[in-house]
C-alpha cells in the first residue's frame, strides 16, 4: 500500500478532483462500507434531498466503477459544495491542503478536528465525511510513521545492525495500541493481546542477547578457526545462540499469527474497521509491509541475521570441507594414504559439522517456520559427506592393507597354516566384499542421481545440482576402485609369493626325494667298487666287497634298497598330499587370478611338481616291489641252497657221491643266484667256509675212488689192446677219462698214452675203409667199384695176351682210384689195385722195384706218414713171404705209435730211477714235492707202461694230493658264470681273459668246469 503524500502528489488536479480521489484511493482500505446504489439518478436524488454526505459516498463509488463518466460527478460534487455555506469553506480549505500540500497530514488532521469541533453541517453526511477524513488523516499520520519504520529497519538491518532493526521496529508496537484498549474487544482477547505484546519485548531483548553472542564469538565478518576441533568448538559456543533464534523467529511468528487471526475475526464483525487497528500494523511490523517478510519487519531482520551467521558459518565450513577433502583426495591419489586418512576424517568432521548446521537450518524452517535460504553446498551436503566416508573408509581399508601387507613376510618364513591361510583369505574377501558394497551403493547413488531430471529443486536443492553430486560420488568411486583393486594385487602378490614360496619347497622336496630315493635306486641298480665313494653320501650303503676281478662287477642289495625304499615312500606321499593341497588352494582362489593372472603357469607348475611326486612314488612303488621280489626270491633261493647242501652232506655219509656232487653243485648255484640277485656278506662267508668245505670233501673222497676205477679200467683196456680188441680198449679208455674228470680237470698221462696207441691203431683202421658215415661214401663206392670191375677186364684181356688193350683199361682204373684216393689217400682197395695193376703190368718189373718201394714206405714211416705206413701195409699184404717183411711192418707199427716198444734196458732203467726218486718224495710225505712226484711217475710209465710199482706209487701219490673242489668259491663261481654269459653273448676274448683269472687260483686248475670252459673258448679260438 503506498503513503499518503504519494497518492495525491499531482498538484494539477482541483480541489473536486482530490477530494473524488481521496475519496476513492482511501475509501477501499480505510471506509466502513460501499453504497449499494451508486446510479447517477439515486445520487441526484440525495442531493435533491441534502444529503450530500450521502451523496458524496455515492458519487465516489460511482467515480470509481464509472471513470468515464467523470465530468457528470464533478458536475455533481459541484453542486453539493456549493450549497455548504461555510461549513464547506472549511472543507474547501481542507480539499486545498489535500490538493496543494497532500503529505501536510498535520494540517488536514487540525482542519478535521476544527470542523468536528464546529459540529455537524445540516448535513449528516457531511459531518459524517468530515469524522472520516479526520480519521483518515489520523491513519494516514500513523502509516506514515509505520513506512518510515520499516524504511529504517530495513535500513538498519540491510547495514547489519539487526539489533538495532528489531529496536526499531519495537517503537512502532504502540501505534493505535491505546485506541485498541478502549473499543472493548473483551478481557480475554485483550489480555491475550497484551500478553503477545509482553512476548514481543521480551523477544526483543533475547534477539539482542543473542545477536552480541554470535557477534561475539563469531566475529564479523565470521572466521573460522582453522582446527577442526577449534572450529567444532566456536561451533558448540554458538549453538545456544543460534538456537534462540530459532526460538525468538518461533514466537514472534506465532505472535504475529495470532493477530492476524483475531484481526481477520474482528473484520468478520465490524467490516469498517479495515487497517486501523493495532493488530494490523503490528502484523506489519512483525511481517513487513507486504507481510511476506522478505523486506523488511522483525522476521525479515532475524532472517537476514539467520541466514548472515548460518550462511558465513556454513560457507566456511563447507570450503574448510572442501579444502580438506580435495587435499585428501591429492593425497590418496597420490599414495599417501595415512596422510590421506587424516585428510579425509577431518573433511568427515567438516562433514559432520555440516550436517549440525543443516539440523539446525531444518530445525529454523520447522520450529522458527522460516523458510531460509539454503547454505552454499548445502544441497548437496548428505551426498558429499558421505562420500567422504567412503573416501576414508577406503583409506583405512587401505591402511589395513598395508598392515596386512607387513604381515606377509611371515607367511613366507614357513609359519602359514591351513588356517592362518583362511583367515587371511577371509579378510581379503571381507574387505573386497566391503569395497563391492559401497562402490554399488555409490554407482546406486549415481543412477539414482542420473535417472530423474537435474534441475529437480527436491533432488538437488543446492546450486551445485547433480553434475557436483555426480563428481563426488565419481570421487569417492575412484577410490574404492583404487582400493579395490589394490586389495587385489596385494592378494594377488601374496598369493603368487605364497604359490611361488611353495612350489620352490615342493621343487626342493621333489629334488630331496629324488635323491633320497636314488639311493635305493642305486642298491638296486647294483654298485661296483668304485661306488665306494657313496657312503660318504650315503652311510647305510653297505661296504661293497672287494672278490677281484673286475671293477664293473655290480653288487646288488634290494633288502637295504626295500629299506630305503620304505623309508622314503611315506615322505614322498606326504609331500603328494601337501602338494594336491596346494592344487586345491588353486581352487579357492579368485578366477581372475587363474584365468587373467599368473596363477595359471603356477598351478601349472604345481601339477607338474605333484605328477613328477606321484610318478617318483610309482618309481619308488615299483622299486620297492622289485625289491621285495628280489629279495624274496635271494631268500628261497638261498633256502634251496640249504636244502641241497643238506642232501649233499646226507648223500656223502651214504657215499653217494653222484647225489653229492649233484646237490653240492645246486647248492652252489641256488646260493650263486642268490648273490646274483642279492650281495650278502655272510652268505659268502658261508659258502667259502662250510660249503666249499663239503664240495672239497665230496670230490676228494670220491677222487679216491675214482683212482681205484680209473687203475681197474686202464688194465682191462690194456689187455684188449693186445688182444688188438682196439674198439673195446678205446671204449674202456674212454670210460676210464670220463670217470676221471668227474674229479679231475687235468688229463690222465697215463690214459693219454694208451689212446694214442689205441686210437692211432684205430684211425689207420679206419682210415683204411671208407666208413659209411662218410659224405661220399656212395660216389667213393662206386668209383671203387668201376675200378674193380675195369681192373678184372683188363687183367683178362692182358691174360689173353691183349696186353695194349687190357693196359688201356687198367689206365681207366687208376684214374677212377685216384678219384678216390684224394678223398682218402689211404684207402685199403685202391692202394692194393694199384699194386696189383703195376705188378700184372709188368710182374718183373714190379719184383725187382719191390724192395725199393718197401724202403721208400718204411722211410716215410720214420715221418710219422700214414699214408708210407699204409704203403707198407699194403706190400706187406701183398708179398707177405718177403724175408724180413714182417720185422719191417712191426716196427713201423712201433714207429707210428701203434704198437708198444719192446723193453728197452735203458728205458726201463729210467723208468726205475724215476720210481725210486717219486717214492722217496711219497715216504717223506713232502707235500709240496707232490706234483713233481706225480710228473716223475707218468714219465715213467711213458717209458716202461708195465711199471706195475709206479702204477701203485701214482695212485697213492695223487691220493694224498687230493683234487679240486666239486665247487668255486662264492667269488670264482661270479667270474666264472660272467665268463660263461660273456661267451654265450660271442666275446669270446673277454670270457677267454676271465677263465685266465680264475686259473691264476691254483685251487681253479684242477676244476673240471673252469678247464671243461677253457677248451670250449680254445675251440672256438
Not at 458524496?56 to 459544495?81: H, K, S
Request: charged share 30%.
Amino acid at each position: 500500500m503506498g503513503t499518503v503524500s504519494a497518492i495525491f502528489h499531482n498538484r494539477g488536479c482541483n480541489k473536486l478532483l482530490a477530494c473524488c480521489l481521496v475519496a476513492l484511493v482511501l475509501g477501499p482500505s480505510l471506509s466502513a462500507g460501499e453504497p449499494e446504489n451508486d446510479s447517477l439518478v439515486y445520487i441526484d436524488s440525495l442531493i435533491n434531498s441534502r444529503q450530500y454526505s450521502e451523496a458524496v459516498r455515492a458519487l465516489t463509488g460511482y467515480m470509481r466503477e464509472n471513470p468515464d463518466d467523470f465530468e457528470q460527478a464533478q458536475e455533481r460534487i459541484r453542486r453539493i459544495i456549493g450549497v455548504q455555506g461555510g461549513y464547506n469553506r472549511l472543507i474547501g480549505e481542507l480539499l486545498d491542503i489535500i490538493t496543494e500540500d497532500p503529505g501536510n497530514v498535520d494540517q488536514i488532521l487540525a482542519l478535521t478536528r476544527q470542523l468536528e469541533a464546529m459540529g455537524s453541517s445540516d448535513d449528516s453526511q457531511t459531518g459524517e465525511f468530515v469524522t472520516r477524513i479526520y480519521n483518515l488523516a489520523r491513519f494516514a499520520v500513523n502509516r506514515k510513521r509505520l513506512e518510515a519504520i520499516l524504511a529504517e529497519g530495513q535500513a538498519l538491518t540491510a547495514a547489519g545492525n539487526y539489533e538495532g532493526a528489531l529496536l526499531v521496529y519495537g517503537e512502532g508496537l504502540d501505534i493505535f495500541r491505546e485506541e485498541f484498549f478502549t473499543l472493548d474487544y473483551g478481557e480475554d482477547l485483550e489480555g491475550r493481546v497484551r500478553e503477545h505484546s509482553s512476548l514481543l519485548g521480551m523477544y526483543i531483548a533475547r534477539f539482542r542477547d543473542a545477536a552480541l553472542t554470535l557477534q561475539e564469538e563469531f566475529g564479523d565478518p565470521g572466521v573460522l578457526p582453522e582446527e577442526l576441533e577449534a572450529g567444532t568448538a566456536l561451533f558448540n559456543r554458538i549453538e545456544p545462540a543460534l538456537s534462540s533464534l530459532i526460538e525468538i523467529r518461533g514466537g514472534i511468528d506465532e505472535t504475529g499469527r495470532y493477530f492476524l487471526e483475531q484481526l481477520a475475526r474482528i473484520r468478520s464483525i465490524d467490516a469498517a474497521i479495515g487497517d486501523q487497528s493495532f493488530l494490523s500494523f503490528a502484523s506489519r511490523l512483525i511481517y513487513g509491509q507486504n507481510g511476506d517478510a522478505t523486506r523488511n519487519g522483525f522476521l525479515h531482520t532475524i532472517d537476514s541475521l539467520w541466514a548472515y551467521r548460518i550462511g558465513t558459518l556454513d560457507a566456511l565450513v563447507s570450503a574448510a570441507s572442501a579444502t580438506v577433502y580435495k587435499s585428501a583426495l591429492a593425497e590418496a591419489r597420490n599414495g599417501n594414504y595415512r596422510s590421506a586418512e587424516t585428510g579425509f576424517s577431518k573433511a568427515a568432521g567438516y562433514g559432520a559439522l555440516e550436517g549440525e548446521i543443516q539440523e539446525l537450518n531444518g530445525r529454523y524452517a520447522r520450529e522458527g517456520r522460516g523458510e531460509p535460504d539454503p547454505p552454499a553446498g548445502g544441497g548437496f551436503l548428505q551426498v558429499r559427506y558421505f562420500a567422504i566416508l567412503l573416501a576414508r573408509d577406503a583409506e583405512l581399508l587401505e591402511l589395513s592393507l598395508e598392515q596386512i601387507a607387513a604381515d606377509l613376510p611371515e607367511f613366507q618364513a614357513g609359519m602359514e597354516t591351513a588356517e592362518s591361510v583362511e583367515r587371511l583369505r577371509g579378510i581379503f574377501n571381507k574387505l573386497i566384499a566391503e569395497a563391492d558394497g559401497k562402490i554399488a551403493g555409490l554407482y546406486g547413488m549415481d543412477r539414482e542421481f542420473r535417472s530423474g531430471p537435474a534441475d529437480d529443486p527436491a533432488r538437488f536443492p543446492g546450486r551445485g545440482g547433480a553434475a557436483e553430486i555426480v563428481r563426488y560420488t565419481a570421487e569417492a568411486a575412484e577410490l574404492l576402485e583404487k582400493f579395490r583393486s589394490r586389495c587385489l594385487n596385494t592378494e594377488f602378490d601374496w598369493a603368487y609369493r605364497r604359490y611361488a614360496a611353495l612350489n620352490a619347497e615342493l621343487e626342493q622336496r621333489l629334488d630331496r626325494r629324488r635323491t633320497e630315493l636314488s639311493a635305493g635306486n642305486r642298491l638296486l641298480e647294483g654298485l661296483r667298487q668304485e661306488d665306494q665313494a657313496l657312503r660318504s653320501t650315503w652311510p647305510e650303503i653297505p661296504l661293497i666287497p672287494d672278490l677281484g676281478g673286475e671293477s664293473t662287477r655290480r653288487y646288488f642289495y634290494p633288502r637295504e634298497a626295500l629299506a630305503r625304499f620304505n623309508l622314503v615312500l611315506p615322505l614322498i606321499d606326504g609331500d603328494i598330499r601337501q602338494g594336491r593341497a596346494v592344487l586345491s588352494g588353486y581352487d579357492a582362489e579368485r578366477r581372475e587370478f587363474l584365468t587373467d593372472g599368473e596363477l595359471g603357469p603356477l598351478r601349472a607348475t604345481t601339477r607338474a611338481l605333484v605328477a613328477g611326486l606321484e610318478d617318483l612314488y610309482r618309481q619308488g612303488n615299483e622299486g620297492a616291489r622289485i625289491a621285495s621280489d628280489r629279495t624274496a626270491q635271494a631268500d628261497l633261493l638261498r633256502e634251496q641252497g640249504d636244502r641241497y647242501y643238506r642232501e649233499a652232506g646226507a648223500a656223502v655219509k651214504q657215499d653217494d657221491f653222484g647225489t653229492a656232487r649233484d646237490r653240492i653243485r645246486r647248492a652252489a648255484e641256488c646260493y650263486n643266484e642268490s648273490l646274483a640277485l642279492e650281495e650278502s656278506a655272510a652268505l659268502r662267508q658261508d659258502w667259502d667256509t662250510r660249503v666249499l668245505v663239503l664240495g672239497q670233501d665230496i670230490n676228494q673222497r670220491e677222487n679216491e675212488l675214482v683212482i681205484r676205477e680209473v687203475r681197474k679200467i686202464v688194465n682191462l683196456a690194456r689187455n684188449e689192446y693186445f688182444e688188438e680188441d682196439f674198439e673195446a680198449a678205446e671204449k674202456l679208455l674212454m670210460q676210464g677219462q670220463n670217470r676221471w674228470h668227474v674229479t679231475n680237470a687235468e688229463e690222465n698221462p697215463e690214459i693219454g698214452y694208451w689212446l694214442s696207441i689205441v686210437r692211432g691203431a684205430l684211425s689207420f683202421r679206419s682210415d683204411r675203409v671208407i666208413p659209411v658215415t662218410a659224405p661220399l661214401f656212395t660216389e667213393m663206392g662206386q668209383l671203387l667199384s668201376e675200378a674193380r670191375r675195369v681192373f678184372e677186364q683188363g687183367y683178362a684181356l692182358i691174360r689173353a695176351n691183349r696186353v695194349q688193350e687190357g693196359t688201356a683199361l687198367f689206365d681207366e682204373a687208376r684214374l677212377k682210384i685216384r678219384k678216390v684216393k684224394i678223398m682218402f689217400p689211404m684207402n685199403h682197395e685202391a692202394g692194393m689195385l694199384e699194386l696189383r695193376m703195376d705188378q700184372v703190368t709188368d710182374p718183373r718189373a714190379f719184383s725187382a722195384s719191390f724192395q725199393r718201394r718197401l724202403d721208400e714206405a718204411f722211410v716215410g714211416v720214420q715221418r710219422q706218414s700214414a699214408e708210407s705206413f699204409a704203403d707198407l701195409q699194403n706190400l706187406a699184404e701183398l708179398n707177405p713171404g718177403y724175408p724180413g717183411i714182417a720185422g719191417i711192418l712191426k716196427q713201423a707199427e712201433i714207429l707210428m705209435g701203434y704198437r708198444v716198444a719192446p723193453p728197452d734196458p735203458r728205458i726201463l732203467r729210467r723208468s726205475d730211477e724215476l720210481t725210486r726218486t717219486a717214492r722217496t718224495i711219497v715216504d717223506n710225505n713232502d707235500r709240496d714235492q707232490f706234483e713233481a712226484a706225480l710228473r716223475q711217475l707218468n714219465e715213467a710209465l711213458s717209458l716202461n707202461p708195465n711199471n706195475d710199482e709206479a702204477m701203485v706209487l701214482k695212485d697213492r701219490v695223487q691220493t694224498r694230493m687230493g683234487t679240486g673242489n666239486a665247487i668255486l668259491s662264492s667269488a670264482d663261481e661270479g667270474e666264472y658264470q660272467r665268463a660263461v654269459r660273456e661267451l654265450q653273448q660271442g666275446n669270446t676274448l673277454t670270457a677267454m681273459s676271465l677263465v685266465e683269472r680264475l686259473l691264476q687260483n691254483p685251487r681253479n686248475r684242477n676244476s673240471t668246469r673252469v678247464i671243461e670252459l677253457l677248451r670250449r673258448i680254445q675251440a672256438i679260438l
